[in-house]
């Protein structure tokens, strides 16, 4: 955990140093998810139970023994169009989740999108790259604390702890993102089916006041709840 939680050529200024390349500007935008590393990209080392030639995904390795196949869902909370958020590319979330585990020859078996917002359908389903048209759901509704339209309803559905699940929150609205995140603390039927978890939290700070306003946490509680998350063996990352 560094500072803001974000990439911090996005908020700060410029600095004028010959030390500092000036390429590490060139795509500080807000929308910036350069620092995000996914357990996808994370370094890890097969056991030598498996030759040299095997492939092991961290996440496949724990169940390596286990006949059932893990499967990878994403549960992206507050979507909007698969390929751009309002108008821009760089916040698409989904399209940057596929293209991020595209690199490593990794496809999602099920992304399930809600938004609140309401989309045109055409243009979201055509949005959609061929290979991930037959896995993608999406809830055009916003999500709530309880019943059908809460997330971990459907994700305790669908999920079994041996797969693995990757949430992404942001939805703009603290008070409900609050209390879904309140729900993996306080539920370890939920948590245990969470592996990796994206937030943009919320929370006063001076550099975000244009933005957030005044949501009434403190970067101080950004830090806690991480620490609670990772405590529970979730992979826990900051959200632009």
Known sequence: LSGLLRDPFTVCPPIKSTSI???????????????????????????????????????????????????????????????SWGGDPNGASSLWFYEYHKRFHVKFDRIIAFEHSSLDAKSAWSQLPDDVFPIYTLINVGVGEVGKFNPWTMLQAIAETHDYVIVKIDIDTPAVENALIEQILKEPKISSLVDELCVEHHVTVGEMIPSWGLPGKSLKDSYVLFRKMRQLGIRMHSWP
């Not at 357990?39 to 080392?45: D, I």
């Open 21 to 83: 390349p000036a390429g590490l500007y060139a795509d500080a935008n807000m929308q910036s998810k350069r620092f995000i590393l996914l357990l996808v990209a994370a370094p890890f080392h097969n056991h030598s139970l498996f030759t040299p030639t095997e492939h092991i995904f961290p996440w496949s390795y724990q169940h390596a023994f286990d006949v059932r196949r893990p499967k990878l869902f994403l549960f992206d909370i507050g979507s909007s169009y698969f390929g």
